[in-house]
């Protein structure tokens, strides 16, 4: 069985880089994954042992495009600018749902779902803040009605905000991530004789 502890394996990337276009958009997908997926653990947990594996991956998806269709119902009520906005991107939860679930990663212990958890929304959020800052030239721009969002610099590189500029930001942090631990795995063999 495969084990989800790195992102490659079960992290979406359409749904990564098409919501993190601006901070209000991360943090409305990343409340709205959130509370599908803590809710579809919930509900799943005691029918896994009872189902076999055709029967579990056909449960398994009725529940998560049931929940994550309640959960787009609900955004549409309650937060529509946000949802006409982002609102193709709610079904991939779902998906998301199911592809974890295939790869185990409910089975695993909760440490590591925190794990995977934290690193996968931290590069939501470290995206979102980097394409928003550099693509528009202001940060927090929508959280508020009451509030313009910090403008650092009048305009941005719009590339930054399209899909491509995302991918691009990502293939820096990446490689970013990459240097820094190469870099740190070079200094320990250093040290010692």
């Known amino acids: 069985m495969n084990r989800p502890t790195n992102l490659t394996n079960a992290l979406l990337l359409a749904l990564l880089l098409g919501t993190s276009a601006t901070l209000a958009g991360a943090l409305g997908m990343l409340l709205m994954s959130s509370v599908v997926v803590t809710v579809y653990a919930v509900c799943m947990g005691p029918l896994r042992s009872r189902l076999s594996d055709s029967s579990g991956l056909l449960a398994s998806m009725l529940l998560a495009a049931t929940l994550t269709s309640c959960a787009n119902i609900l955004a549409q009520r309650w937060a529509l600018q946000w949802h006409q906005a982002l609102g193709i991107y709610a079904g991939l939860i779902a998906l998301q749902c199911v592809v974890l679930e295939y790869n185990g990663f409910f089975r695993q212990a909760l440490t590591e779902r925190l794990k995977f958890f934290g690193l996968s929304s931290g590069l939501l959020l470290t995206l979102a803040v980097l ?47 990459q240097a820094w631990t190469r870099s740190n795995a070079l200094s320990k063999e250093t040290h010692h004789p």
């Open 131 to 177: 394409r928003e800052l550099f693509g528009q030239g202001y940060l927090g721009h929508g959280l508020s009605a009451h509030w313009q969002g910090l403008a650092l610099f009048n305009q941005g590189l719009h590339l930054i905000t399209l899909v491509p500029g995302a991918f691009i930001l990502l293939g820096l942090l990446l490689a970013a991530r």
